[in-house]
């Protein structure tokens, strides 16, 4: 199976990187740290229960398809790259036919399940993709950046894949100023983690699940995320017209008409208490990012 997907992306593969095809059924890249972060990501999204948890609660709403149907168009006959691609939740929601949908994701449960789904699946780190550069029409980073280390480098690599007129997205990472929770804020946003384990919500079913599941939200922490100049200051100078959309995770298409929606309560009550304006766009949960590759040399 490895050997067949090596064949498919041998023309997108970067030379001298040592496989051994033999010994895989999926490609398989050296990881050059065994960080926390990624030892966290590996187990807890290439566990059997907690990975089906997730592809079932997470990005499959209707709101979440409209938003990136509009933001992508179409992507039949492209060449697609999904970091982060966990269980294959983006391709699952949003179908089509993708010329080739290549899925890298450092767990490999996670990836089997992609694999059966359609993806052409790649194991490897995000922080130093196993690629060429400038080959993509769609690179798609959804609910990945926070997942890594350094959020810098990781959107600096996938960048690096599209290719002159080709686009990227990034969505599903959290604002800073949306999450910068203090005071009885902080207090209540750290209790609805024991709620969350009593009704068995989706992703907290056991303490081990949600333990393990807070190991790998890295950056999604009160006082860490990402912010817009974030996005402009990364990938402006490297070519890119940037625009970016905060949001609330309840409108769709709307979005990117600089609708950011509503949030919950829940999320509205821990913004008031923390002295932070929940109906301003720096109080939407999200930043969803559509970068466009110049053409020309900037």
Not at 152 to 163: F, H, K, P, S, T
Not at 215 to 242: C, I, M, Q, S, W
Request: with cysteine; glycine share 8%.
């Amino acid at each position: 199976m490895a050997t067949s997907s090596y064949s498919v992306l041998r023309p997108y593969i970067a030379p001298d990187l040592g496989l051994d095809l033999d010994k895989q059924d999926i490609l398989n890249f050296p990881v050059s740290t065994s960080s926390p972060p990624i030892k966290a990501n590996s187990y807890y999204f290439g566990h059997p229960e907690w990975a089906k948890n997730y592809f079932e609660n997470c990005h499959r709403d209707q709101m979440f398809k409209s938003c990136w149907e509009a933001a992508i168009g179409s992507w039949d006959n492209k060449i697609v790259v999904d970091i982060g691609c966990g269980p294959g939740n983006l391709y699952a929601t949003l179908g089509g036919k993708p010329q080739l949908l290549i899925g890298v994701d450092i767990s490999y449960g996670a990836l089997s399940m992609a694999q059966r789904l359609g993806y052409t699946p790649v194991l490897a780190d995000a922080h130093q993709l196993p690629f060429i550069s400038n080959f993509a029409d769609l690179v798609v980073v959804n609910a990945t950046l926070h997942h890594c280390e350094y959020m810098d480098v990781v959107l600096n690599e996938a960048a690096r894949l599209v290719r002159p007129g080709g686009i990227l997205i990034t969505d599903h990472d959290p604002q800073l100023t949306a999450w910068n929770f203090q005071g009885l804020g902080l207090w209540l946003w750290n209790w609805r983690l024991w709620l969350y384990r009593l009704i068995k919500r989706g992703g907290h079913t056991s303490q081990a699940e949600q333990t393990w599941g807070l190991a790998t939200e890295v950056h999604h922490r009160p006082g860490d995320g990402v912010t817009p100049d974030f996005y402009y200051k990364t990938l402006e100078p490297l070519g890119f017209t940037v625009k970016v959309y905060p949001h609330n995770h309840t409108v769709g298409a709307q979005v990117l008409q600089g609708d950011y929606g509503k949030s919950d309560g829940k999320y509205r009550l821990a913004q008031l208490l923390s002295l932070i304006n929940p109906n301003s766009p720096q109080a939407a949960l999200s930043l969803m990012c559509i970068a466009t590759r110049h053409t020309y040399k900037s």
